[in-house]
T-cell receptor, first 114, second 113 residues
Framework: AQSVTQLDSQVPVFEEAPVELRCNYSSSVSVYLFWYVQYPNQGLQLLLKYLSGSTLVESINGFEAEFNKSQTSFHLRKPSVHISDTAEYFCAVSVSGGYNKLIFGAGTRLAVHP | SAVISQKPSRDICQRGTSLTIQCQVDSQVTMMFWYRQQPGQSLTLIATANQGSEATYESGFVIDKFPISRPNLTFSTLTVSNMSPEDSSIYLC??????????FGSGTRLTVV
């Protein structure tokens, strides 16, 4: 079975500082990896995903994540955060190949302070 | 990617009653997934619904409490039965569509009083 561990439940950071949200997964088979964001009182939005190919994936709003198979990690990074990045971030994993359930980590609350 | 219409968006229900949540997808999908997000927590998978067969439930969830219907490739319902305050959560449906990943409905915020 697959599992996801998000190592930090909360990450406080000042505006314009860099941030890293850590995610490790466990699986005996190939996986797809995802980061979702949930803004306060809003629905779940896909931030970025790794399916195959380049291990570095980027989102349109400046986030990036790198798939590291040897360390079974998929950490999310942003070089300079904004107040508007304040949200809950969820790392998720599914078995590759399609039509498989998505398993979520516990989430990391990113709080950006002025 | 697929677009999901989920309703109701929120409801307040009396304990002991049942609520049925509907999800309509704008394209045909093989699998639909139902999740629960308890207050301040992550998403937990309730069950996977495949058209034409019984849903597959995750550990800790049973069909008598959360019956699911999947009458066709674009629609599914989840019923929360005999509700108690502990059922107060956000319930979300989701579909998977290959390389586009997973799309989620906007959620149903349920409060049981």
């Amino acid at each position: 079975a697959q599992s996801v561990t998000q190592l930090d439940s909360q990450v406080p950071v000042f505006e314009e500082a860099p941030v890293e949200l850590r995610c490790n997964y466990s699986s005996s088979v190939s996986v797809y990896l995802f980061w979702y964001v949930q803004y306060p009182n809003q629905g779940l939005q896909l931030l970025l995903k790794y399916l195959s190919g380049s291990t570095l994936v980027e989102s349109i709003n400046g986030f990036e994540a790198e798939f590291n198979k040897s360390q079974t990690s998929f950490h999310l990074r942003k070089p300079s955060v904004h107040i508007s990045d304040t949200a809950e971030y969820f790392c998720a994993v599914s078995v590759s190949g399609g039509y498989n359930k998505l398993i979520f980590g516990a989430g990391t609350r990113l709080a950006v302070h002025p | 990617s697929a677009v999901i219409s989920q309703k109701p968006s929120r409801d307040i229900c009396q304990r002991g009653t049942s609520l049925t949540i509907q999800c309509q997808v704008d394209s045909q999908v093989t699998m639909m997934f139902w999740y629960r997000q308890q207050p301040g927590q992550s998403l937990t998978l309730i069950a996977t619904a495949n058209q034409g067969s019984e849903a597959t439930y995750e550990s800790g969830f049973v069909i008598d409490k959360f019956p699911i219907s999947r009458p066709n490739l674009t629609f599914s319902t989840l019923t929360v039965s005999n509700m108690s305050p502990e059922d107060s959560s956000i319930y979300l449906c989701s579909v998977e569509h290959g390389a586009a990943g997973y799309t989620f409905g906007s959620g149903t915020r349920l409060t049981v009083v």
